[in-house]
């Protein structure tokens, strides 16, 4: 199995400040690399997928980078909207494996 | 407007069973991959198992920590997942999602709102 590692597991920042979490995958995974979004008591969504493309209605603060083995999701100007654990995915091989989590604070 | 329901969450004894189900809408079901993936209280997420598309005659995989005990199933005539889920274990305990799988780049999206199950004595 793949085994996805994220980091940090949380972070603390302030309103207006760039946010960035990294995920890196035990084998390359070329860009099948998605993010999730999942708020307090809510289901996950999907934010970013192929790596780098922010799903349709996604704020343009999101942005997503990398490939092989390491990847970036970046929160440009933080939101207070955007208290959430966010989570990477891979997509190249079954089962499909998600990170632990990163939990971002304000 | 898409939309994923799940229901059938209880507290169940192990060794019980349980089916769960996802009622769909919005999409044409039979075109698609459905997973679940589930969530343990304050942890992180577990992807379950996918059930194909009409085109891949709605084959099925397994995550290796239910295969052999949960089986995913398709009402097409009423667009309805299922998880039926035999031989349940505590470590089952969790919230179960229902998504939709993209199947060239295998994302999830989107998510029903989850069913908590609750495997304990």
């Known amino acids: 199995d793949i085994q996805m590692t994220q980091s940090p597991s949380s972070q603390s920042a302030s309103v207006g400040d760039r946010v960035t979490i990294s995920c890196r995958a035990s084998?390359?995974?070329?860009?099948?690399l998605n993010w999730y979004q999942q708020r307090p008591g809510k289901a996950p969504k999907l934010l970013i997928y192929?790596?780098?493309s922010l799903k349709s209605g996604v704020p343009l603060r999101f942005s997503g980078s990398g490939s092989g083995t390491d990847f970036t999701l970046t929160i440009n100007s933080l939101q207070p909207e955007d208290v959430a654990t966010y989570y990477c995915?891979?997509?190249?091989?079954?089962?499909?494996?998600f990170g632990q989590g990163t939990k971002v604070e304000i | 407007e898409v939309q994923l329901v799940e229901s059938g969450g209880a507290l169940v004894q192990p060794g019980g069973s349980l089916r769960l189900s996802c009622a769909v809408s919005?999409?044409?079901?039979?075109?698609?991959?459905m997973d679940w993936v589930r969530q343990a209280p304050e942890k992180g997420l577990e992807w379950v198992g996918r059930?194909?598309?009409?085109?891949?005659?709605?084959?099925?995989d397994y995550a290796a920590s239910v295969k052999g005990r949960f089986t995913i199933s398709r009402d097409e005539s009423n667009n309805i997942l299922f998880l039926e889920m035999n031989s349940l274990k505590i470590e089952d305990t969790g919230l179960y999602y229902c998504?939709?799988?993209?199947?060239?780049?295998?994302?999830?999206?989107?998510w029903g709102q989850g069913t908590l199950v609750t495997v304990s004595s």
């Open positions: 998504t939709r799988g993209d199947m060239m780049n295998n994302w999830f999206d989107p």
């Open positions: 919005g999409f044409i079901f039979s075109d698609y991959y």
């Open positions: 059930s194909k598309n009409n085109a891949n005659r709605y084959g099925t």
């Open positions: 084998q390359g995974i070329i860009r099948f």
């Open positions: 192929g790596a780098s």
């Open positions: 995915q891979q997509g190249l091989s079954p089962p499909w494996t």
